[in-house]
C-alpha cells in the first residue's frame, strides 16, 4: 500500500484527534467516558480502512512507548494493565471495518457494527483485567453493566453525531485528497 504524504497527514491527524478525545474524560468506574470513539468512527469514515487502523495503532503504539495519550494523561507499558486497554485496541478493528462499510455506502451501519466490535473487545479484557489481575472478584453481569450499559446513550450520540459530521464534510475531504 502506497500511502502518500496527505494520507500521512491525515493518518497524522486522526491519531491526535484520537487522543485528544481521551483528555475529554468523564471519570464513571473502571473506564471513563470519552471522545474517542467518536474520533475512531470518523477516522474510519473519512479515512477508509487501511488508513483508519492505521491511525489507531499509530494512537496505541505512541501511548505504549511513553507518551501520555491516555485518558488520564497516561502512557507506557502499565497501560497494558488498565481495564479500558481492550477497547483501546478495539479501535483498531472497529476503524477498519467502518472504513470497509462506508465504502459500501453504509455509514450508518458501520457505525453500529464498529460500536459492537469495540465492546466485544474492550468487554472481556476489562474482566480479564479487574478480575484475574487485580483480584477484584466481579461478576461478568457487572462487568457489562459499568463498561457497556452505562455507555450505551452516549455512544449512540456519538455514532449519530459521527455520521452528521461525516455527511458534511465528506466531500471536502474528497476534494482535499484529490489535489
Known amino acids: 500500500m502506497k500511502v502518500s504524504i496527505k494520507d500521512m497527514a491525515l493518518v497524522s491527524i486522526f491519531t491526535a484527534l484520537t487522543a485528544i478525545g481521551a483528555f475529554i474524560s468523564i471519570p464513571l468506574g473502571p473506564v471513563p467516558i470519552t471522545l474517542q470513539s467518536f474520533f475512531v468512527l470518523l477516522s474510519g469514515m473519512i479515512l477508509g480502512p487501511n488508513l483508519a487502523a492505521l491511525s489507531q495503532v499509530l494512537y496505541i503504539v505512541l501511548a505504549l512507548i511513553g507518551l501520555p495519550i491516555f485518558s488520564n494523561f497516561s502512557g507506557g507499558l502499565q497501560i497494558i494493565f488498565k481495564p479500558s486497554f481492550g477497547f483501546a485496541v478495539g479501535f483498531i478493528l472497529a476503524?477498519?471495518?467502518?472504513?470497509?462499510?462506508?465504502?459500501?455506502?453504509?455509514?450508518?451501519?458501520?457505525?453500529?457494527?464498529?460500536?459492537?466490535?469495540?465492546?466485544?473487545?474492550?468487554?472481556p479484557y476489562m474482566y480479564y483485567i479487574l478480575n484475574l489481575v487485580m483480584g477484584q472478584k466481579l461478576p461478568l453481569a457487572h462487568i457489562i453493566?459499568?463498561?457497556?450499559?452505562?455507555?450505551?446513550?452516549?455512544d449512540?450520540?456519538?455514532?449519530?453525531?459521527?455520521?452528521?459530521?461525516?455527511?458534511?464534510?465528506?466531500a471536502l475531504v474528497d476534494h482535499i485528497r484529490a489535489t
Open 95 to 123: 476503524a477498519y471495518i467502518i472504513g470497509i462499510m462506508c465504502q459500501y455506502g453504509k455509514s450508518f451501519l458501520g457505525t453500529i457494527i464498529a460500536s459492537i466490535i469495540i465492546y466485544l473487545m474492550g468487554l
Open 156 to 170: 449512540l450520540l456519538k455514532l449519530v453525531l459521527a455520521n452528521l459530521v461525516y455527511k458534511r464534510i465528506s
Open 145 to 154: 453493566k459499568v463498561g457497556c450499559l452505562l455507555f450505551l446513550p452516549g
